[in-house]
């Protein structure tokens, strides 16, 4: 109850006094200090996996990389074992990497599209159905995708990827090898395309959705068309979501194992190595999968493992270069306010990332 003057009772806490917190009791506190202990704890955790990782990959790879009789960086070869152990990254760098941009080219435009579809485009009784169909795609295990790819798709691929062959080979990364085969690094990577759109696609959904509803209407009231308030107001605002989600999307690319150990065939070890797409390879993951039963001797455990040193590196700079980028892009795709002045007044700015 109030007192007839509008003023709380001096028995209850109030936060309207200046400069005076609001006493939440002895409860309130206690909740306070145990939520707050829980946070630091777990993000600690985190931090301390993390650390133990790569501590533990680290210390096994030391090991195996003084006995490397070999470039470990530019070599191709990879003989980890007998009495000249020798072995390089070069190629399943390459292969690692070009699966994955060529998964990320195919990915993420049609992710945004379609996010763009789902949400400003589509009828409600079209969009929810597209959507969870699309969502449903992260929910098929990667064997799945992977013997699919390799005895349904690949197969379809075979007209295109002659075509392009016979258009760009010229061009190294196009030349069509002499060994005919199904299973390339192109099919691979058409794969992880498929593999890596639901996450794009969702979060690019989400951050597309929470555009503000001020810049949307205000496009259109200036009038603007629907695109053109797509392209100056949603677009800009989610710029920083969609990058975050492409990098989630190429972390999951770098690091997926089972679809691309059954789609891509192995080159024989006498053959000279072929930096073409529509030849086969072997990624990080898929070198460390298929070649488990050699873990016989610390010699050739350790080799695989700073194989997978890299791969954890790799992966944790992707991340932290997507951190950075959403850091300096702000909220909505923008820089932070700055400050400028003009004349004797100070006024704030705030313009879209150039």
Request: charged share 15%; no cysteine.
């Amino acid at each position: 109850m109030s007192s007839t003057d509008g003023t709380a009772p001096p028995d209850r806490p109030t936060d309207r006094t200046p400069g005076k917190k609001l006493d939440l009791g002895p409860v309130g506190h206690l909740g306070d200090r145990l939520f707050a202990g829980l946070a630091r704890g777990s993000g600690g955790l985190v931090v301390l996996i993390v650390a133990f990782v790569g501590i533990f990959l680290l210390a096994l790879a030391i090991p195996a990389l003084a006995g490397n009789n070999s470039s470990f960086l530019f070599s191709r070869i990879w003989e980890p074992g007998g009495d000249n152990p020798r072995f390089g990254i070069a190629a399943l760098f390459y292969t690692t990497l070009i699966s994955s941009i060529i998964a990320m080219v195919i990915a993420v435009p049609i992710a945004v599209g379609v996010a763009l579809f789902t949400t400003y485009y589509a009828p409600k009784r079209l969009s929810a159905p597209v959507s969870h169909a699309i969502d449903l795609l992260a929910a098929v295990p990667s064997i799945i995708y992977g013997l699919w790819g390799i005895l349904f798709f690949a197969p379809i691929l075979r007209p295109v990827i002659n075509g392009l062959a016979g258009a760009l080979g010229w061009i190294p990364l196009f030349e069509k090898p002499v060994t005919d085969n199904l299973g390339v690094v192109f099919t691979a990577s058409v794969v992880l395309a498929i593999m890596i759109l639901p996450v794009v696609t969702a979060i690019s959904r989400e951050i597309f959705a929470q555009t503000p509803v001020a810049h949307r209407e205000g496009a259109l009231a200036l009038g603007a068309t629907r695109w053109e308030m797509i392209r100056m107001s949603v677009l800009p605002y989610g710029r920083s979501g969609v990058v975050s989600a492409s990098m989630l999307g190429l972390g999951r690319a770098l690091g997926e194992t089972v679809a691309v150990l059954i789609i891509l065939s192995v080159p024989n070890g006498n053959d000279p190595w072929n930096s073409s797409i529509f030849a086969g390879g072997e990624t990080f993951a898929s070198k460390i999968a298929n070649n488990a039963a050699e873990f016989d001797s610390p010699e050739k455990t350790g080799a695989y493992i700073a194989a997978g040193l890299v791969l954890f590196v790799v992966t944790f700079l992707v991340n932290s270069a997507a951190r950075l980028i959403v850091a300096r892009s702000g909220p909505g795709g923008k820089r932070p306010r700055k400050i400028r002045r003009i004349g004797d007044k100070t006024a704030q700015t705030e313009g879209a990332t150039p």
